[in-house]
């Protein structure tokens, strides 16, 4: 028999210490390891050392077929997957509490077991009647679903293996499953990776679709060791704003379509409705002629998005100003507060910023940069933007604007909303906007944006900062009237 061993292990990211401690030196949070039996599960007889069996190895050319789909009947969720489910393929999804996975997954196997295929949801968290409640909440308590309320993983493959096989299984949470090969209680990094490796070998073996639900961290991480993230075939990421209505499925990682690639739903009374234009209902409640708005022309994945840039420069009497930031990078933003105060003479050092992306969207690519530019210069020198531009192009740190992605996308999405104008960079200009009836605007460098903005534009008051205005005068401009292209070139030389 086979000696116990015991280990602690980190409860956040999985890493074995001979020793408890307070603090994981691998992942850095505290009070997270957890004694555990790290002996092997896998009986002595089979761990016997055997000869190994020769197979035959292929070469990399030949004929490939596409994988074999089943659509969920939810267009968004068919989007993210990467145009529905793949026999055999198992998904992780997470996302915080209350945000709507439960209902997200209740929907999606009521239409799936209404399109004639047998959909089991597994729940380890609640109840049947509980499940029914929801069911009935969200007019779906018809749908022939298989319902249960099980956590032993050994119970749920023999019951499963029963009749037909699944084509679509939920298992509502991973964190509560637990297996008798494994000598650790529930929700531990041992009884999680392993009851994960059971459920994808059936799921493998059989070819029925597997989504495990998994819990987050408060940095919003899926919870439990990171190896189930890279067992699963697609990672999927739950998000929204307790505020919003609107919900973002993001996918992370999947090994059978592209990666952030996003589906947008709409929290109703009825559950989670599908939004098939998510740039008209960002840009639904958009105010006309307000200074510190701008337009952006974003790639989430393969599908254009609009959304508003809402930025708000306002003096401020502390010594060190702040600087906020919702639905951006803040590294990005301090990095364009540089630019323009190191190269376009924007005075920034004595005012506090707020910038936000209106609808609760959280933006990850670099081509926002010319957009929250744009937009902080506006509000800065109280200038509206015009409001048929959208505005895209990377700012680097000399001051240049770069070219992006996917332009002809971002430009047919503008034309598609109504808007005759796009700010865009130089070398973008013949990406072929023109013959779709836009007016290209192409920017070179920040400082021209900046210059033709200010000029429109009238400082708040008419009164600077307290560190803008050193010679107490209380005339100073927060941008400079010599901060124009032409002298940046010729300073530069």
Not at 357 to 362: D, E, I, K, S
Not at 420 to 430: D, F, H, N, T, V
Request: glycine share 12%; hydrophobic share 40%; with cysteine.
């Amino acid at each position: 028999m086979a000696k116990s061993t015991l280990s602690f292990v980190c409860q956040n990211c999985g890493a074995a210490y001979n020793r408890w401690q307070g603090k994981c030196d691998s992942c850095g949070e505290w009070n997270t390891l957890a004694e555990e039996d790290t002996t092997g599960s896998v009986p002595v007889s089979i761990r016997s050392k055997r000869k190994g069996r020769t197979f035959a190895l292929e070469s990399l050319s030949g004929k490939t077929q596409d994988a074999p789909r089943l659509s969920s009947g939810m267009a968004e969720l068919d989007r993210v997957t990467g145009g529905g489910f793949v026999r055999g393929s198992v998904l992780l999804v997470g996302g915080d509490p209350g945000i709507g996975k439960s209902t997200l997954l209740t929907q999606a196997t009521s239409m799936m077991a209404r399109a004639g295929h047998r959909a089991v949801y597994i729940s380890g968290e609640e109840a049947v009647a509980q499940v029914r409640l929801r069911a009935e909440r969200l007019g779906l308590a018809d749908a022939p679903v298989q319902l249960a309320s099980e956590t032993s993983v050994e119970d749920i493959v023999s019951t499963l293996s029963e009749g037909a096989v699944p084509r679509l299984i939920v298992i509502d949470s991973i964190q509560t499953m637990w297996t008798d090969t494994v000598e650790s209680a529930p929700g531990t990094v041992t009884q999680v990776r392993a009851s994960a490796q059971a459920l994808i070998r059936f799921a493998k073996k059989t070819g029925a679709t597997i989504i495990l639900v998994g819990h987050v961290t408060k940095d919003g991480q899926i919870a439990g060791p990171r190896v189930v993230e890279h067992m699963v075939d697609a990672v999927l990421s739950f998000e929204g704003e307790g505020s919003q209505q609107f919900r973002i499925l993001r996918s992370a990682k999947n090994r059978f379509g592209a990666t952030d690639e996003i589906g947008v739903f709409e929290m109703t009374g009825l559950g989670l409705r599908e939004v098939t234009n998510p740039s008209e209902l960002f840009l639904s409640e958009r105010e006309l002629g307000s200074p510190g708005t701008a337009v952006f022309a974003g790639i989430e994945g393969t599908r254009p998005v609009l959304v508003e840039l809402q930025a708000l420069v306002a003096p401020t009497s502390l010594g060190t100003p702040r600087r906020a930031v919702v639905g951006w990078d803040p590294s990005r933003l301090s990095m364009v507060l540089a630019v323009l105060e190191a190269h376009c003479g924007v005075k920034l050092s004595g005012h506090d910023v707020y910038l936000n992306v209106a609808g609760g969207l959280r933006i990850q690519e670099p081509a926002a940069d010319l957009a929250a530019a744009a937009a902080l210069v506006s509000s800065l020198v109280n200038a509206p933007l015009p409001t048929d531009a959208v505005y895209f192009g990377e700012i680097s740190l000399s001051g240049a604007i770069r070219p992006v992605a996917q332009t002809p996308a971002r430009l047919k999405e503008a034309l598609k909303l109504g808007f005759g104008r796009a700010i865009l960079p130089e070398s973008a200009r013949g990406d072929g906007g023109g013959d779709m009836g836009l007016t290209l605007n192409s920017v070179g460098n920040l400082t021209t944006l900046v210059a033709e903005i200010a000029a429109r534009g009238t400082p708040r008051g008419g009164r600077a900062g307290p560190r803008d205005d050193q010679s107490g005068s209380g005339d100073a401009d927060p941008v400079e009237k010599n901060a124009t292209p032409a002298r940046f070139r010729r300073d530069n030389r």
